[in-house]
């Protein structure tokens, strides 16, 4: 079995900080891209940030100039630097992985427990 957990959110003045990790654990063969979503009340879970196992990386242009997606290889996680938060950017994220495992090295997606952030104004 795989698993994802994530740590870091919690409640930030608008202006803030956070930094999220996502760690992955289990039956790893090799992980593809990972990379952050977030779902805020009342709407659809949209992707935030992500990263190939390259290195390249995508984000939202909501969060692009202040957001940074990274990885670290050896310990399968992957990180989200959050700089000038507002609280338009107060939502549960979710971290995602693309991981090919188990005994047959099968490809599938894998999501994270959800974190909350909050950011007051």
């Known amino acids: 079995q795989v698993q994802l957990v994530e740590s870091g959110g919690g409640l930030v003045q608008a202006g803030g900080s956070l930094r999220l990790s996502c760690a992955a654990s289990g039956s790893i063969f090799s992980i593809n891209a990972m990379g952050w979503y977030r779902q805020a009340p009342g709407k659809q879970r949209e992707l935030v940030a992500v990263?190939?196992?390259?290195?390249?990386?995508n984000y939202a242009d909501s969060v692009k100039g202040r957001f940074t997606v990274s990885r670290d290889n050896a310990k399968n996680t992957v990180y989200l630097q959050m700089n000038s938060l507002n609280p338009e950017d107060t939502a549960v994220y979710y971290c995602?992985?693309?991981?090919?495992?188990?005994?047959?090295?099968?490809?599938?997606?894998?999501w994270g427990q959800g974190t909350q952030v909050t950011v007051s104004s």
């Open positions: 995602n992985a693309v991981i090919v495992g188990g005994s047959i090295h099968s490809t599938r997606s894998y």
């Open positions: 990263i190939s196992s390259g290195a390249r990386t």
